[in-house]
Structure formats: C-alpha cells, structure tokens
C-alpha cells in the first residue's frame, strides 16, 4: 500500500462549479497536511497547511483533515478558468521527516 | 516566503552525458531538497543538501549517479550523470519554509529534461 494515494483521474468541471479533490494514507504518524497548486511549467506552490484534524478555509478554498478516516479533501468554490492546474496533496510526521506526496489531480475548468 | 531560481528550465540531452542543474534561493536557507517529478508519479525526494557536508540520499539514490554540491547557503546544484531515457523527468529545487519542520516548502520553477 502505498504511503499516500491521490487518484491522478483528470477532472473537468465547468465554471462556477465545486472541485472536490482527496487523498487517503496509510501511515498514522503524519500531522501535517498540505495542498500545492502546480501550473503548467511551473513549480509547486504551497495553497492550504493544516496541522492535524479539522477544517481550514481561505476564501474559496477549503481543506479538511479526517485522522480517524485518514482523509483528506480539498474544496474549491466557484471555481474559475484560473484554477486549472495539477493539484497535489502531501504530508509529513513533522520534524525533519521528508513529506509524502500524491500523484497528483489536474484539474481544468471549462468556461 | 522564498523566491528560487533554477536553470536551465528545460533541456534535451543525448545518452551518456551528464547535466548540471543551478538552484539559487534569494536567502539563506540551512536546507535543499532536489526533487523528481517522473509523468503520473509523485513527487519524488532525491537528497537533501546540507551546507558544509555531503548530501544527504533518499533510498534508489546514489551519489555518483546525482552528485550534488552546496557551497554557500544560497546555492546548490544537482548534476545528472550518464544520462539514459529513463532519467527523463522534471528535476525541482525546494527549500523548506516557516513549518516547524519543512513541510511549507518553496520550489523553483523544474528543469524540464528529455533524454535521447
């Protein structure tokens, strides 16, 4: 079983739309869960941080945490061309411990 | 937050050669990472590159294979060497930021590399 599972399905949506993304793991010991927004040709770019369970929200976007499921989503409100990029989740035990990344989704919104 | 630069951003290489990727971060940091992207894989930990020492290799990572330098704490360079097709991939550059580890990390924008 692999540490972190990211479905790479690409996803079309049209404008406006909700993007529901998630990742499930394996490994009880990670704490903290991020999301990066990847554009073509581009670098990651860190989007949402959690530490632990719980929900997070910054302006249309929010990331929830499930410890007990190992879960975890990231939503997008009235999504917009703008926002079509690779998004991946990753996570990490804290400390020094290297993070975990998904594949990875691409995600295109259709105007 | 940081601000990296990497080059080149793209190359094509024949078989057998070697490539030297740059990463140049506007700061000081204490850590680099060098990262793979292989196509419809995770992001991938090569090695970490410490300031003042070796670097560090993740596990199917050898140093003469992807030997690393860090001069200062703003630079490093990772080289490929004796490229095959197989090592075709996005090669990035990171640094860690205000996470109490490194999870926050910044990363350059990838040298894109095909091999011949």
């Known amino acids: 079983q692999k540490e972190v599972e990211q479905d790479p399905g690409p996803l079309s949506v049209p404008e406006g739309a909700i993007v529901s993304l998630n990742c499930t793991y394996s490994?009880?010991?990670?704490?903290?869960f991020m999301w990066y927004r990847q554009y073509s040709r581009k670098g990651p770019e860190l989007l949402m941080y959690?530490?632990?369970?719980g929900n997070k929200e910054d302006g249309r976007f929010t990331a929830q945490v499930d410890k007990s499921s190992k879960y975890i989503s990231l939503f997008i409100r009235d999504s917009q061309p703008s926002d079509s990029a690779t998004y991946l989740c990753?996570?990490?035990?804290?400390?020094?411990?290297?993070?975990?990344f998904g594949k990875g989704n691409q995600v295109v919104v259709i105007p | 937050s940081a601000v990296i630069s990497q080059k080149p951003s793209r190359d094509i290489c024949q078989r057998g050669t070697s490539l030297t990727i740059q990463c140049q971060v506007d700061?000081?940091?204490?850590?680099m990472f060098w990262y793979r992207q292989q196509p419809g894989q995770s992001l991938t930990l090569i090695a970490t590159a410490n300031q003042g020492s070796e670097a560090t290799y993740e596990s199917g990572f050898v140093i003469d294979k992807f030997p690393i330098s860090r001069p200062n704490l703003t630079f490093s360079t990772l080289t490929v060497s004796n490229m095959s097709p197989e090592d075709s991939s996005i090669y990035l550059c990171s640094v860690g930021g205000q996470g109490r580890g490194n999870e926050k990390l910044f990363f350059g924008s990838g040298t894109q590399l095909s091999v011949l």
């Open positions: 959690t530490y632990s369970s």
């Open positions: 490994n009880s010991a990670f704490q903290y």
């Open positions: 990753a996570m990490s035990a804290g400390g020094n411990n290297r993070l975990a």
């Open positions: 700061s000081q940091v204490t850590m």
